[in-house]
């Protein structure tokens, strides 16, 4: 998929993906400031703020891989959490990180990181069902 369509995804569906996390889990939102999401936490009476952001996986002969390309690593870890949506996995596709284990995971891989090291750092996972677009302009890694 192309970085602006991703990029584009975050911005559009991480409204939504909030929305839902406020419903669920109980929290009162504060502000929705895509790629961010900021909410007021009843049980400790204090601010939780989240990162949203779309990207996909793709496998090669190495292993199964999500991509950050489109993610700027450079700016996480101002969030509480990050919220990564692998639009392309299939089954709880969504996670929930904590922002410094990210920061960790993203800083020492450059582009992409292996799908195994992502596994013992999530905090909750959930599932979104996102439609490949039309229009969308994916590569072959992303089909794969």
């Known amino acids: 998929m ?3 369509v991703q990029m584009a995804m975050s911005k559009n569906w991480s409204n939504a ?3 839902y996390m406020a419903l669920d889990w109980g929290l009162k939102c504060e502000s929705l400031n895509p790629p961010y999401a900021t909410f007021h936490s009843p ?12 990207t996909n996986y793709y496998t090669d002969v190495k292993g199964n891989w999500v991509s950050t390309e489109t993610i700027d690593v450079k700016s996480l870890g101002i969030s509480d959490y990050i919220v990564l949506c692998v639009w392309n996995k299939p089954n709880n596709n969504c996670v929930v990180l904590k922002s410094e284990d990210a920061v960790a995971l993203m800083n020492n891989n450059k582009d992409r990181f292996h799908l195994t090291e992502l596994v013992p750092l999530i905090k909750r996972k ?3 069902g996102v439609s490949k677009m039309d229009n969308a302009n994916l590569s072959n890694e992303a089909n794969s």
């Open 43 to 54: 049980k400790t009476n204090g601010k939780v703020r989240f990162e949203i952001y779309f």
């Open 17 to 19: 993906i909030g929305a």
């Open 126 to 128: 959930f599932e979104i």
């Open 2 to 4: 192309s970085d602006s």
